[in-house]
Every structure is written in C-alpha cells, then in structure tokens.
C-alpha cells in the first residue's frame, strides 16, 4: 500500500501568536473543518492542547456517512507546530503536521498530512476521486 502526501500552505494576515492560538485550540476546530463534514466532538474539550491528549469527534466526510475518530495529539512545539495522529478513524495510518512561521504580512501556516488508505483498490480510487 501506498504513503500519500496532502500539503496545504496559507497566508493568514495576523500575527502568528494570534494563529496559534486560534488554530491549536480543539474548542476551534468545528469552526476550521468545512461545514458540510458536520463535525461535532463526542468527549471532553479542553480549551489548550497538550502532548497525549486524544480528541474524539465525530463527522460526515463522505455521502452523508458518519465516521467516529479519535486523533491524540502527539508534539506539540508552541507557537511553532504540533502534530495529531489518528488512533482510531477511516485511515489506516494518518500523521499530520501543523507549522506556524513568521511571515511578511502575518504568519504562514503549512499542512502536511502523510496517510495511508484502508480498502485496497477502493482506498486508492477514494485518493484519486475524493482526497486528494
């Protein structure tokens, strides 16, 4: 099976103490994933992560089929980066890496997923059809 690599890079025009935290606070995340993913946490939500925290969630990534995850937070490096990856969820292997760094007009925000699909033949298709 294959490693995929997803990376995502965004101009954010603020500051990047104000990016950090904004983006490494769990409470945020329903408001960061598309709406149409319905997504809405199914355990406690603390306010500021930390290394080994595991954030359960629940969302509807794929005609209308809901999926349980579970991600822990794995390094976390303020206000640089951190890391999550899935413990439990659709992927067979998901490591993903947030980096924060000072830029011109603000700070740049780079996302890179590596994953690695379940479903054989199927998980591939999914890759060239629906996630990549």
Same mark, same amino acid.
């Given at each position: /099976?294959?490693?995929?690599?997803? @990376?995502?890079? !965004?101009?954010?025009?603020?500051? %990047?103490? #104000?990016?950090?935290? $904004?983006?490494?606070?769990?409470?945020?995340?329903?408001?960061?994933?598309?709406?149409? %993913?319905?997504?809405?946490?199914?355990?406690?939500?603390?306010?500021? %992560? $930390?290394?080994? /925290?595991? +954030? @359960?969630?629940?969302?509807?990534?794929?005609?209308? +089929?809901?999926?349980?995850?579970?991600?822990?937070?794995?390094?976390? #490096?303020?206000? &640089?980066? $951190?890391?999550?990856? !899935?413990?439990?969820?659709?992927?067979?292997?998901?490591?993903?890496? &947030?980096?924060?760094?000072?830029?011109?007009?603000?700070?740049? %925000? +780079? #996302?890179?997923? &590596?994953?690695?699909?379940?479903?054989?033949?199927?998980?591939?298709?999914?890759? !060239?059809?629906?996630?990549?």
């Amino acid at each position: /099976m294959k490693l995929y690599r997803l @990376r995502r890079v !965004q101009k954010l025009s603020i500051p %990047m103490e #104000d990016a950090w935290r $904004f983006f490494s606070s769990p409470l945020n995340l329903p408001t960061i994933t598309p709406p149409w %993913m319905k997504f809405r946490n199914t355990g406690e939500v603390p306010d500021r %992560m $930390f290394p080994g /925290m595991l +954030i @359960r969630y629940r969302l509807t990534p794929i005609l209308g +089929i809901p999926i349980s995850w579970i991600t822990e937070i794995t390094h976390v #490096d303020p206000p &640089h980066s $951190f890391v999550d990856e !899935q413990r439990f969820g659709p992927y067979r292997f998901w490591h993903h890496h &947030h980096l924060f760094r000072p830029a011109a007009e603000g700070t740049e %925000m +780079i #996302d890179t997923v &590596h994953y690695r699909l379940k479903y054989g033949i199927l998980g591939g298709l999914a890759v !060239q059809w629906l996630i990549g």
